[in-house]
């Protein structure tokens, strides 16, 4: 395999900054790592995040769940709630409760994907618990229910471009007062639809109704549209009877787990002459790589390099892993000179540039899905080790 240093006329790269870019990802990321635990991500609006004072469904849910003796993780980029919690009502929020989710008061479906990507990506959620639609009826009145369709097919394709088997519990709305009430069936039809048209084996979509036997005077805030502390418990239930069944089939770490004997240069015989960096950080439970490869198109036959081949390319990337997947975003930089200081210019927002799924099956056999929207390509590539030394080592590690 040909593995080297290159350099081309019209953009620049530097390695050293790229490693050095992998180095402050996987500092920022390793925090964020939670053993062996079920990863759930609370996604949704207001009736997710809490206002008027109130945590929402989450803060009973969680302890139903611990209290029933399951090891979860609720994950997400927010921990807050919209207006503060009352303590008095929720006095283990700062102590045993897990604050994390992913929610804001008033967000509409269309405006909830780029976020429900960018949590699915960094967290890599083994359960979804999807709750939104309200705000589009508020926003909207009659054509809320239509914009929530597509909007809620865009959440659950972008959380399965990171998540392939994710598992998503997609709730229907309770009957509340207020701007878009009337439209509220309308809604739950068109969640009902979206469960079953994109119900897979792979990724299941689980439908839960918070219709049903839903009380307005007895469980909503004196707004007439967001739950009290009766009508979360209620919501909290209806998201536990589902849980509970599916929990225990979830496996974040079966069958073949990814080790630190799998640091390595791997590559596809059948594309010999570029290849792939690997390197594993097990106390961070994260991985990065580094791609070797070539542009789409051969270079002009007078393009010129002072260092390499003029068509040489090369991407990174990092992320935390789960069993024996890591999902990560693409970084890409730029404006660099051989062995010399520069100002470099990384990938803006992070990401940006496309990602990678790195699976591996065995200690000598993985593959790469790639997807760059810039270049409109994705695909997957076999891979398989340069050379076997590791191999013993990352069975031995695989045993343990």
Not at 105 to 113: C, F, K, P, Q, S
Not at 237 to 242: D, I, P, S, V
Not at 243 to 271: M, R, V
Not at 367 to 393: K, W
Request: proline fraction near 5%.
């Amino acid at each position: 395999m040909q593995i080297g240093i290159f350099h081309r006329p019209e953009k620049r790269f530097s390695c050293l900054s790229s490693l050095w870019v992998i180095f402050f990802i996987l500092l920022a990321i390793a925090q964020s790592a939670h053993g062996q635990a079920v990863k759930i991500l609370p996604l949704g609006d207001s009736w997710t995040e809490g206002v008027g004072h109130h945590v929402s469904y989450r803060y009973d849910l969680w302890f139903d769940l611990i209290d029933a003796g399951f090891d979860v993780d609720f994950v997400g980029n927010k921990s807050n709630t919209f207006d503060g919690p009352d303590m008095d009502l929720y006095p283990e929020y700062l102590t045993r409760f897990d604050r994390d989710h992913q929610a804001q008061a008033g967000i509409r479906t269309d405006e909830l994907v780029n976020a429900a990507k960018s949590a699915s990506a960094t967290h890599e959620p083994d359960i979804v618990l999807l709750w939104a639609g309200g705000a589009d009826l508020g926003w909207l009145g009659s054509t809320g229910a239509t914009n929530a369709n597509f909007g809620l097919r865009d959440i659950i394709e972008g959380i399965r471009k990171f998540v392939p088997g994710v598992t998503i519990l997609l709730a229907q709305s309770p009957p509340y007062i207020g701007d878009g009430s009337d439209f509220v069936e309308s809604l739950n039809d068109v969640v009902a639809t979206v469960a079953s048209d994109l119900n897979t084996t792979e990724s299941p979509i689980i439908l839960i109704d918070h219709y049903t036997g839903y009380d307005i005077d007895s469980m909503t805030q004196r707004d007439g549209d967001h739950q009290n502390r009766v009508g979360e418990a209620f919501i909290a239930q209806n998201w536990f009877e589902a849980l509970e069944i599916i929990i225990p089939d979830i496996k974040p770490n079966s069958g073949f787990s990814i080790n630190a004997g799998l640091n390595d240069a791997w590559y596809d015989p059948a594309t010999d002459g570029q290849g792939f960096f690997i390197t594993v950080f097990p106390d961070l439970g994260a991985v990065s790589i580094a791609w070797f490869t070539y542009d789409t198109e051969l270079p002009p036959m007078d393009a010129t390099a002072n260092l390499g081949d003029a068509g040489h390319r090369w991407m990174t990337a990092a992320g935390l892993y789960t069993g024996n997947q890591a999902v990560m975003n693409i970084v890409m930089t730029s404006d660099g000179l051989f062995d010399t200081a520069t100002d470099v210019q990384r990938t803006d927002p992070p990401g940006s540039d496309g990602t990678f799924i790195l699976t591996f099956d065995s200690c000598n056999s993985g593959t790469v899905e790639y997807d760059i929207p810039s270049i409109s390509m994705t695909g997957i590539v076999p891979i398989q080790r340069v050379a076997g030394d590791n191999i013993a080592l990352c069975e031995a590690l695989s045993a343990d």
